[in-house]
């Protein structure tokens, strides 16, 4: 239906909008909290959203079912934040923003094999090529940005595992309500970080969530980014398909950028110009020919 992938579209806008914007809360909150605190933080107050929105608990109809929902919860909850934190950790957003522009034609390459309906086509590499090449233009017209190896690699890592988990979303158990399905991967993200917290012994910076700065981006990452955010590309990948909705993720280097222009006074260059025009056309190309082989998806 027309309006269902408009929607779609839309919902899946709004959740890249919002994700550009948390690189830069997670980058503040590194000087305070460690990687997997922050994740338990954020994801614990967004549990307690979806909980208040949904609070009906319902039997689940199989164990085969309770393991798609841990599975959800390991890799797009768990994983994928936890090498996405530690790159931002050893290097720099810019270069966690650029490997997350892997994240649409990774997802177009297993949803090609795993999912019905999507096929990968010349055309989706070649706007991922148009966009690349926009990227670079923001992110290397930075005098700052280096190749740092190690935090490189884990972002390359946090790309592919998230890709997988948006192809995972798209065949995840039917007949469950939606927020449900966020809630119980949720919840299982949160138990796998406690354990991870109980065997690495790692130390909490308590007295750290007294500072305003620590606790007014914790509640935007966790209520608006993890929360909100999540739904919204549960439902977008449900109504167009997680090709589709995975090429929106080319827009967060120019978002991230514009924020800085919004936000922080910083000048538009002819470098955001350039490669915010190269994005829009990579993402134009890619979804306008990869829109027929979702109409039955979703």
Do not use: C
């Amino acid at each position: 239906m027309p309006s269902a992938r408009l929607t779609g579209h839309l919902f899946t806008f709004i959740t890249i909008a919002i994700w550009s914007v948390a690189f830069v809360g997670n980058k503040v909150l590194l000087a305070h909290l460690t990687p997997i605190e922050i994740m338990l933080y954020r994801f614990l107050l967004a549990w307690g959203l979806l909980l208040a929105l949904y609070p009906r608990w319902r039997t689940v109809r199989s164990w085969r079912d309770e393991a798609y929902f841990f599975l959800l919860g390991f890799l797009g909850i768990f994983l994928y934040f936890l090498l996405e934190n530690f790159a931002l950790r050893f290097t720099q957003a810019g270069n966690v923003g650029l490997y997350m522009g892997a994240i649409p034609v990774l997802t177009a390459l297993l949803a090609h094999f795993l999912v019905r309906g999507e096929r990968f086509r010349t055309a989706l590499l070649l706007g991922f090529l148009i966009a690349l090449a926009g990227m670079g233009v923001i992110l290397f017209s930075e005098r700052h940005f280096t190749l740092r190896l190690r935090g490189d690699l884990l972002a390359l890592a946090g790309a592919a595992t998230f890709a997988l988990y948006s192809v995972a979303l798209k065949k995840a158990p039917q007949d469950y309500h939606f927020l449900l399905i966020a809630r119980k991967s949720f919840f299982y993200g949160i138990v796998l970080m406690l354990l991870y917290l109980a065997l690495a012994h790692e130390p909490l910076h308590l007295p750290a969530l007294k500072l305003p700065v620590v606790w007014l981006n914790l509640l935007f990452l966790g209520l608006f980014s993890s929360g909100l955010a999540f739904i919204l590309w549960q439902q977008g990948i449900e109504r167009i398909g997680p090709v589709a909705a995975g090429n929106y993720i080319y827009l967060v280097p120019l978002l991230t950028a514009l924020t800085g222009v919004i936000v922080l006074d910083e000048e538009i260059t002819p470098a955001m110009l350039t490669g915010g025009a190269l994005i829009l056309l990579g993402l134009f190309v890619a979804q306008r020919r990869s829109a027929p082989d979702n109409q039955d998806v979703g």
